[in-house]
């Protein structure tokens, strides 16, 4: 963003320190690669497989990033209602479209209400944000720093206590609708629910991208995104975009919610916590604000996490959630911009 | 600036609130160790429903725990989404140097082993107290350091991932490299009673455990005023303020925010050891997100910055969480025949306490006069003012 009122590129030294972070970061990466490396020649089969279900959880983590990198965008807010904005999602398709339409088991007229219910879903993600955007990080908006954003920490708590309220504190089975079959090429284990993901998702991004991208509308987002007083002074209606932003950034989280519960088969009210960190985490990853960043952010950190949680030589499953926020805190030391944003801004 | 008439009124209400502070803490102590074991059954069940020792003596926790973060993010203005960390460090540290887990050593530093259970390591209180301070202010500058560089709200988003890591490693540490750490989600139990000066205070002395957490609550709001008035405190207010003017006045921008951070983190580590003391272990499931959003909130209600006004959140949020909720529950229930299950509103609560706190009294129910002013900013801003983005980045 052009946050730096004071631009100018400040001149590289080379300190010891410096030195000493590349050095660190470079070891890092070596270590990595040697992990990696070693799974692969151990067991190239088994490596395809944790590499197939990465890509599965790493597009859902994608679509939830993608309401990240939206909304901080546009108005430098780290949403994190967000996640539990996706948890909302996940709870709302399975109240309608397994207990309301009762669509339980793989049908073609199920596969038409999970459709019809995708749609819903997204409606219902952009009607909650906006609203929340609305009622509260509207009046915030030039308030200092730390108002909207412990606002965004209240407004998850609201809606979780909702998702408690509305299936209870523990988690609950979602009978799915996608089919439960898999087929096999070269070895490796493909579920059909990962070919719909793929499915649905990535023409889900696309349409994102063309729409920021393309459309008048995303002009005006970007423009917004760049200087609020210039875009208002060039005739765009800042609140209207920033209102669709939101809009835009609910309908992903919505998206994402079915796509979760369809797939996982569970949903659970505190879902959105830890998704929703490890979303963020993704968009931080491929450069916030950066679209296709959040996209490439999300498939990494899926792939790690598969790989962390997979790989027979690895920490396991129980230090998923570490090695994720591990990732997050070394991204702030080393690479803050993320991988496609720019460098950092450094404020002190 | 007429500072000096103003100055001289806070010193003045310091006092009353400290001497309120100190016979609140008495009457209790008081009460409890004297007359309510000799008082009629009614009186007794009334303070054991509304003002049980055992609450009383965690809103001490909590008090520490808020006063603590309240430098980080009342003084200097950094955001801190995982204080619990800092909560779980200390009490593994008090896990680790007052108890016989670690069976294999036989230290005792003036320790007060249990006899029988002379294995482990056995500090005195006191040292365990320095070193639990010293060990979370280590980790404060190990999550600070490479974080405080960049924007806050990135700090607050880092935080928060080391408040995650540290209790799943403390849940997970049954098994590091073969070592059991932290005993896993079992946690460490069977900490030594405290010995202060021979006079040792048992495992159920709970008036007297009262006291202790009240003196060392006593004592963190005794620093944090001194601290605020001083030199350090003064620079932390002017970033908080305004970090470019600070930085133009000569305040080092990085050490100041750093100091802040660290001697945050020394709050929640005592408070951490204090807790462990109180409740004789420290097990790993109780740290968890849900405790630093309340320890924010607690910061936020009273008003950021005013060392009375968290005190006060602090007290008021905690009694709510532990007795309050289920409490009035109970009363709305019975005397108005609903059934309504009050403890599962507590997110809705937290949750709505810190939205609506921020839209209509950002600077909190007793607010500090400079966080007023600085939170209301825009108000007193001229039309044409300059755009939001040199705002943020003034920020």
Redesign the interface.
Known sequence: MTSVASGVARKKKITPSAILIKASMVFIIAVAAYWLGLNLTNDPRQFAQVTVNGLNNGLLYALIALGYTLVYGIIELINFAHGDLFMLGAVFSFAVLTEFLGAEAPSATNYALLLLVLLLTMLFGAVVNVSIERLAYRRLRNAPALAPLITAVGMSFVLQWIGLKWIGSNPVNVNTVLPSTSFELAGVVIAFKTIIIFAITIPLLIVLAFIVNKTRRGRAMRATAQDKDASRLMGIDVNQTITFTFAIAGAAAGAAGIMWAQTTGTVAYNLGFQLGLIAFTAAVLGGVGNLYGAVLGGIIIGLIQSYNDGLAIGPGQRWSQTMVFTILILLMVYRPGGLLGETAQEKV | MSNAAPAHTAVSSNRKWALGFTGVVLFFFVLNKFILPEAPRGIQTFFNNWFSLTSMAEIMIWILMALGLNII?GYA?L?D?GYVAFWALGGYVAGWLMSPFFSSLQINIFGNARPGLEQGIHFHVFLVLILGGAFTAIWGIIIGG?????????L???T???G??IP??MI?GADIGGFNITNGSQGIGGLDDVNLFGYVIGTFALPEKFLMVSLMAGAMIFFSIRLRDGRLGRAWLAIRED?LAASMMGVP??RT?FSSYAIGAVGGGIGGVGFAILVGGVYADRFN?VIS?II?AMV?LGGMGNVWGVVVGAVVLAWINSIGLVQVGDLINNSFGTNINFP??Q??L??????L???FR?EGFIPEARIRM??N??KLEDEDKV???????S?
């Open positions: 993010v203005g955001l989404l490479p974080t405080l560089r960049l924007k806050s709200d990135y607050a988003l880092v928060l991932g080391f995650e890591i799943q490693f997970n970090e921008l990085w925010k997100f959003i924010l936020v599962s509103y997110f809705l937290f949750g709505l306490l810190l939205v706190m921020m839209l950002r600085v939170m900013e825009e755009s939001d983005e040199t705002k943020i980045a920020n």
